[in-house]
Nanobody
């Protein structure tokens, strides 16, 4: 059974940072890319980043490129999303995704 569990969300001020984690199980983590999506208030879910499988590139949406950085620990089967220079428009629920499987999400709120 595939499991994806996000953590690390919270309330921060503009310009601050957060690191999200997604712990996975139930599939061969080491050969797959894992995506991060978010859903901002009143908006549809949108792509944020795809953390590539080993040897492949990580890609980002234009809205987060240069501020967010994805990484992975294949031994722990965890993907991370380091979010820097956060803006109020980054507020939303963040999800990690593998294929058609979604985690439950973690809430990020950026507000002064």
């Amino acid at each position: 059974q595939v499991q994806l569990e996000e953590s690390g969300g919270g309330l921060v001020q503009p310009g601050e940072s957060l690191r999200l984690s997604c712990a996975t199980s139930g599939f061969d983590f080491s050969i797959y890319s894992i995506a991060w999506y978010r859903q901002r208030p009143g908006k549809q879910r949108e792509f944020v980043a795809r953390i590539g499988s080993p040897g492949t590139a990580t890609t980002y949406s234009n809205s987060v490129k240069g501020r967010f950085a994805g990484s992975r620990d294949d031994a722990k089967k965890i993907v991370y999303l380091q979010m820097n220079s956060l803006k109020p428009e980054d507020t939303g629920a963040y999800y990690c995704v593998w294929g058609n499987d979604w985690g439950q999400g973690t809430q990020v709120t950026v507000s002064s």
